[in-house]
């Protein structure tokens, strides 16, 4: 791993993808930022944190061959790698809300944004946005948000926890290029935040509905038990678990 350690920029993202245009990188190569002033989340959200008190970093992973419709299996892979460096640490109650939020009981814990360079219908590289929330303690105005120091009371060293997320990452995404799709599956699966609990969701429309979450299917859709017993299947686009 080339780690690249900035005070501040703008979305570590935007910085390792304009530095990817400009030339080689090698594989792994981390951008780490104290402080991002503009740091991008899911569905063009953004993503503010606490400067200097959480990890924000991005990690350029060169995908070759691998085919698009199987990036879901990265997002799992990724939120494998978080999940297996915070079980180490023993915080409490970790699993993974789909399709990769980073969950401490109710809590979001760690959010995960991957963005693609496509070439025809494969990827070339991509890079793997991480924002895990440390040692911050308080998150005025967004009450589902948490941290690894309100849930086990210690401080963290960051670049430790970096070296530990990286080691994991490299196990989980060099398991997923040697073919070992399936054993991720079953843990992703295993650690599926709220399955099979009765559960409310919305859709795009804003109305909402109940269902049990029973999984996830090949292409990344969730698959729900509706209340009148049906199959259904989800994009990550169409709903939102509410609770
Ligand atoms: C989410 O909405 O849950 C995803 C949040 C991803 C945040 C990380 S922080 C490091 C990287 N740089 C960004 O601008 N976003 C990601």
Known sequence: MRLIKLDATASTNTFLKELAKSGYLDD???????????????????????????????????????????????????SLAVFRTL????????????????????????????????VGISLKSVIIGIGLNVNQSYFPGNPKASSLYN??????????????????????????????EKVIHREYHSILFRKGVASTFKSGDGSTFNGIILGVGNEGKLRIRLEDDSLAEYDIKEITLLY
């Not at 503009?38 to 200097?52: F, K, L, V």
């Not at 409490?92 to 991957?114: A, E, F, Q």
Request: proline share 3%; charged share 20%.
């Open 151 to 180: 849930k086990t009371g210690i401080l963290y060293d960051l670049e430790e926890l970096l070296h530990s997320l990286m080691q994991n990452l490299e196990i989980t995404l060099s398991m997923l290029q040697s073919g070992q």
């Open 28 to 78: 792994f190569t981390v951008v780490w930022a104290k402080n991002q002033t503009r740091g991008r989340g899911q569905m063009d959200g953004n993503w503010c944190t606490e400067p200097g008190k959480n990890l924000t970093f991005s990690v350029l992973k060169k995908m070759e061959g691998f085919q698009l419709n199987k990036h879901f299996e990265l997002n799992m892979a990724v």
């Open 87 to 118: 079980d180490l640490l023993k915080i409490p109650r970790i699993t993974v809300k789909w399709p990769n939020d980073i969950m401490s009981g109710s809590h979001k814990i760690c959010g995960i944004l991957i963005e693609n360079s496509i």
